[in-house]
């Protein structure tokens, strides 16, 4: 059964410390960038950012030293984590690669595979994208049609994988492929490879989204060889594997902080107005917010644990997606109702970039849908 835990997680002193350095960091690193582009937070890449916050020793961090790893507690993870979705600093390039890929290697992946990449990822050097979804298979991941054919010293992949965050910037996919069409279960015969995305055979193409840019794509593979030693794991046992992996994808605190710089400027900008209507909304929010917090802090502390709180991470999900969705649609009421902002204030064009941005938010990792349907077989009701 899924259980939180529900007494307050607790701030180590030094994690405050850790906190304060890296909020002068930030403040140094971003005061060139706009309200807007802050409200991107992880969706935006900048590999420069990522190798200064790598020299800062802030991406990996919890890892083992031989592989360029500090070894700090995960707390302190969450914390630079925290810092950075607030301050909306531009992670996307490596975000993917310290929170899934880098930890799967370390879990399941070959010495080869750990000395090749782990180094790099915390150098802010190496970035990693996700390859699960394909053109028939998104909700139903078990339905992938990529391929992998065992050849002498390695694999064969054909196929294609579609909604690929990070795809211009990525150097590696770990991709979902199919193994084996001859097991029982279609979610059997499922294995994880690191496929190099400059190897002879890859295409990949950028996909604009509906405000015009570029932020996933598609990735075409043609008889793209693959070595042995980026198989992740053993053969066949992807599906486990990915399930594993999904859950670090659905615990962070970016499944609840992506609207987090419109309640930054809502403050800014009613600031000493003593407005009855912003004050009960940002009431309201911070209401909200702490609780979300608290969720996914316990979420982290299991993960943490090496514990399996898939569940617990679907039900932060939902709730987190379904608050950083609901924001911008609540700051909208309570400016129409209070008449107060101008037309191309960073509060309004923060506000209306997220009206725009927010509806990938329930799609992104997951769909609300489906992780509803996890949650009610947890209950028991399917
Ligand atoms: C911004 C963004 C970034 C993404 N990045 C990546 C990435 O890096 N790597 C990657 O592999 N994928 C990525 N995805 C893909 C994402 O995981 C899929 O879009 C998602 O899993 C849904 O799959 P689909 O788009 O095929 O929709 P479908 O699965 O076709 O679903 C369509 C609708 O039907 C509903 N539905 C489907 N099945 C059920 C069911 N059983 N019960 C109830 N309702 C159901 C869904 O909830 C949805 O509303 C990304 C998507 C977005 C929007």
Redesign the pocket.
């Known amino acids: 059964m899924y259980q939180f835990k529900l007494s307050p997680v607790l701030m180590p002193a030094h994690a405050e410390d850790l906190r304060a350095e890296v909020r002068a960091f930030l403040d140094r690193e971003m005061t060139e960038v706009t309200p807007v582009a802050r409200a991107k937070t992880w ?1 935006a890449c900048d590999p420069e950012f990522s190798r200064r916050l790598g020299a800062q020793g802030w991406i990996g961090m919890t890892w083992p030293r031989e592989y360029g790893g500090q070894e700090r507690p995960a707390i302190d993870r969450y914390v630079v984590m925290e810092e950075l979705l607030a301050a909306g600093a531009p992670v996307g390039a490596h975000w ?1 690669a310290d929170r899934q890929s880098g930890p799967l290697i370390q879990n399941y992946g070959s010495e080869a595979a750990k000395t090749a990449f782990l180094r790099g990822i915390t150098k802010g050097e190496i970035f990693f ?6 053109p ?6 078990a339905a992938i049609e990529t391929s992998a054919e065992r050849v002498d010293g390695g694999w064969v992949v054909n196929g294609a ?7 211009s910037d990525a150097h590696q996919m770990i991709a ?1 492929v199919r193994t084996d069409r001859s097991r029982e279960t279609r979610h059997d015969g499922m294995s994880q490879l690191i496929i190099d995305l400059e190897a002879p055979g890859v295409t990949r193409r950028t996909i604009e ?1 509906h405000q015009s840019e570029r ?2 794509g598609e990735v075409h593979f043609d008889n793209v060889f693959v070595p042995d030693d980026m198989l992740i794991g053993e053969a066949g046992h992807g599906w486990k594997q990915v399930i594993e992996e999904l859950a670090l994808e659905r615990s962070g605190p970016e499944r609840y902080l992506s609207s987090y710089r419109l309640y930054e400027e809502l403050v800014q900008a009613h600031k000493g107005r003593a407005d009855m209507v912003i004050e009960s909304l940002v009431g309201e929010l911070t209401a909200k917010l702490w609780n979300l917090r608290q969720m996914s802090l316990s979420v982290y502390e299991s993960v943490g644990a090496k514990e399996k709180p898939d569940i617990e991470a679907a039900i932060v999900k939902d709730l987190g997606t379904t608050f950083e969705q609901a924001l911008p649609l609540m700051v909208q009421a309570g400016i129409e109702q209070n008449d107060g902002q101008p037309a191309g204030s960073d509060l309004v064009d923060v506000m209306e970039y997220l009206l725009l941005f927010s509806p ?1 938010f329930s ?8 992780l ?2 996890i949650i009610a077989r947890e209950i028991g009701l399917r």
């Open positions: 969706a993917i994208c996700i390859g699960m979804s394909e028939n298979a998104g909700s139903d991941l994988k579609l909604w690929t965050t990070n795809v979902l989204d932020h996933f990938i799609l992104r990792g997951g769909t609300r849908e489906v509803r349907g």
